[in-house]
């Protein structure tokens, strides 16, 4: 018999992106949010195929000129109809901010990850 002593750290903080194509720059386009569906998470780790952890909710917000004329909280990772609205009435030079995004990972923490923040081009 043997003994052998391993050290094992937490799972590194993930990255949260909108599903579909566009959305790797901070400016995005209207018509390709609106066919979005969810966030993902990503965890850059060559031997892992899946995500390991669960979003529990996000905040996301619409800001015009500086204000935050509209927010909702969304829980999981799937757009619900609030955010849906938020988006759907997004305009030209809109931000949108989805922040609080509270992630559940497999090694048992809770983590709140960098908000996302996009302009709207059209």
Do not use: C, H, W
């Amino acid at each position: 018999m043997f003994e052998r002593n391993l050290k094992v750290g937490y799972i590194p903080d993930p990255v949260v992106r909108i599903v579909g194509k566009g959305f790797e720059d901070n400016i995005i386009n209207k018509d390709e949010l609106l066919q979005a569906e969810r966030l993902e998470g990503i965890l850059k780790i060559n031997y892992l195929s899946y995500f390991p952890g669960k979003i529990n909710n996000f905040k996301i917000s619409r800001i015009n000129n500086g204000i935050e004329v509209a927010a909702a909280l969304n829980y999981g990772e799937v757009f619900q109809s609030p955010a849906q609205e938020i988006i759907a009435k997004l305009d030209k030079n809109d931000f949108l901010v989805i922040n609080l995004i509270n992630v559940t990972m497999d090694d048992g923490t809770t983590r709140v990850l960098t908000p996302l923040t996009f302009r709207i081009v059209n």
